[in-house]
């Protein structure tokens, strides 16, 4: 085995490039095109994994009052939404009302 030059493949294009035998770190880039590629590659790769960890701290639920699945963040608690709408929320409140009035309605003789 001879220590130089040393023959590596490139990261981005898998090219065989001979190291210049150097006590810095060995390159892994055959070009400085390879090298803003795979730094793309590896911010786009970032960017996809922060959109699924986003997607991931989404809940998908059912709105209580009108039955229709929506997302929402949960929140930091963990306390799931149970509405889809500030709307559903004062429909299931106001019936909700309602059914505490009528059982408190006194019973027909
Ligand atoms: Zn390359
Ligand atoms: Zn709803």
């Known amino acids: 085995m001879s220590a130089s030059p040393r023959s590596l493949p490139c990261k981005t294009c898998g090219a065989h490039f001979s190291q210049p035998v150097t006590n810095g770190r060995p390159s892994r880039f055959c070009s400085e095109a390879c090298r803003t590629i795979d730094r793309k590659r590896t911010r786009d790769a970032w960017n996809g994994q922060k959109a699924a ?57």
Request: glycine share 2%; aromatic share 6%.
């Open 53 to 109: 960890d986003r997607e991931a701290a989404r809940a998908h639920l059912i709105c209580r009052t009108c039955q229709q699945p929506f997302s929402a963040e949960t929140s930091r608690a963990g306390r799931k939404p149970v509405f889809c709408s500030a709307e559903c929320r004062r429909a299931d409140h106001i019936a909700n009302l309602r059914s505490w009035r009528e059982s408190r309605r006194p019973e027909p003789d």
